[in-house]
């Protein structure tokens, strides 16, 4: 049995990377961070009590800050192949937090990669690493962007990405480790993180339709993206750690479309016009723009034979449908509660 590690397995990747390799029948362990709330909502479908047989899913508590923390849980997993996909993730938030950003980014990969170089120096293992890279590292570069293209990052967090990926290339070469880096594109889900401007927006359409939310307020509607399928682009992870060397790869569907499209899709699906409902905020909009991402694929394609499945459309449809559901759920306890409220039987 494959033993796998997840750095970030509570996020909306590692959560769908677990599931497409506990499928393929890999032990996998993965690093989760103490917090005063609950963060393990993405896995708890997937995590059954350890005390029982035929566990195949453990946890860890770990940070990309502490070093001892990531080596402690490589030595006592050994883990066949790591997946990196742990970051502060946020383009936004890296303006306001660029120094956490640049520490859990960069130096949290760095740090990962010495314990990796340590390890295998000592025992003579040879352990696979995936590096979560991101389109936003292309920045200002013109589309379409591929493994060729020149980096002009436009963020800390882009700067960050960056670093972690030269980190990758120099530990590749100067010691042999097999990383691979990822270059994904954006990709979304229904467990998109809530303030990424799809799950934003999917969530207020949900709310406004069920009549829990008046309004949306956004940044820049004009950027252009190139969005995929989370589901999909997990399962180019895994196609890049299964071959002999390791390469860097680009990952996108090919098509690019703007924040307004998005919204004529979204609000279209359950037949309401977003002009009505969105107002602008400055707040969201960054001091340092990407106008348009657009990848060029056709690297991975033609080697590993990874396709995308879901398009845009569909991709931004299956996202209202589930914040329909759930905004549904939202106004049934909102009902109950002014129900109970009426007869004098709510809680104060
Ligand atoms: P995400 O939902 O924001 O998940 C980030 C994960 O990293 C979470 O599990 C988070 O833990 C963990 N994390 C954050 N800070 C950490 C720290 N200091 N120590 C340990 N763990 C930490 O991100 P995602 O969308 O799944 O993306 C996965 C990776 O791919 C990230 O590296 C991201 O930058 C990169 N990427 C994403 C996209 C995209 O479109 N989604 C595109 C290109 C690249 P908590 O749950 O405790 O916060
Ligand atoms: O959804 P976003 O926050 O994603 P962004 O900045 O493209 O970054 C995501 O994709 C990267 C891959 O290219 C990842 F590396 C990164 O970790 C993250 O997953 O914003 C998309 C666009 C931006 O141009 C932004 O300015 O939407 C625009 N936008 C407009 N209004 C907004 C908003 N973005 C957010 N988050 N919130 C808004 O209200």
Not at 104 to 109: F, P
Not at 156 to 166: E, L, N, R, T
Not at 257 to 286: K, N, Q, S
């Amino acid at each position: 049995m494959k033993r796998a590690l997840v750095t970030g397995i509570t996020g909306q990747d590692g959560s769908y990377l677990t599931e497409f390799l506990l499928a393929k029948g890999y032990a996998v362990h993965g690093i989760i961070r103490r917090a005063s709330s609950f963060n393990t909502d993405r896995i708890d479908h997937l995590y059954e009590d350890r005390h029982k047989e035929h566990v195949n899913l453990f946890l860890h508590y770990g940070e990309l800050g502490d070093a001892t923390s990531l080596r402690r849980v490589i030595e006592t997993t050994e883990p066949d192949e790591i997946y990196h996909l742990g970051a502060q993730s946020h383009v936004r938030v890296s303006f306001d937090q660029p120094l956490y950003t640049a520490d859990v980014d960069a130096s949290g990969t760095l740090r990962l990669l010495e314990a990796v170089r340590d390890i295998d120096g000592r025992t003579g293992r040879r352990t696979k690493v995936y590096n979560a890279g991101s389109s936003e590292m292309f920045g200002a570069s013109a589309p379409p962007q591929s493994e060729k293209t020149l980096f002009y990052p436009r963020s800390p967090y882009a700067v960050s990405k960056v670093a972690a990926h030269w980190f990758a290339v120099n530990y590749r070469e100067a010691y042999g480790i097999p990383v691979s880096n990822g270059i994904l594109f954006n990709h979304e889900s229904p467990r998109r993180g809530e303030t990424f401007v799809s799950r934003k927006i999917t969530r207020a359409v949900g709310r406004i339709y069920l009549g829990l939310q008046e309004s949306l307020y956004l940044g820049n509607l004009d950027a252009r993206r190139d969005w995929g399928f989370a589901g999909d682009y997990v399962e180019a992870m895994w196609l890049m750690l299964q071959q002999d060397d390791a390469d860097d790869f680009v990952v996108a569907t090919g098509e690019s479309y703007t924040v307004r499209e998005m919204l004529d899709v979204a609000f279209g699906h359950v037949e309401l016009d977003w002009r009505d409902y969105v107002r602008f905020d400055p707040r969201y909009v960054r001091p340092t723009e990407v106008d348009h991402l657009c990848g060029d694929a056709s690297k991975i394609r033609r080697t590993l034979g990874w396709e995308p499945r879901v398009g845009f459309e569909p991709l931004v449809r299956m996202m209202v449908d589930h914040d329909v559901e759930l905004a549904r759920g939202e106004r049934m306890l909102t009902d109950h509660g002014h129900a109970l409220a009426q007869r004098g039987l709510a809680s104060p």
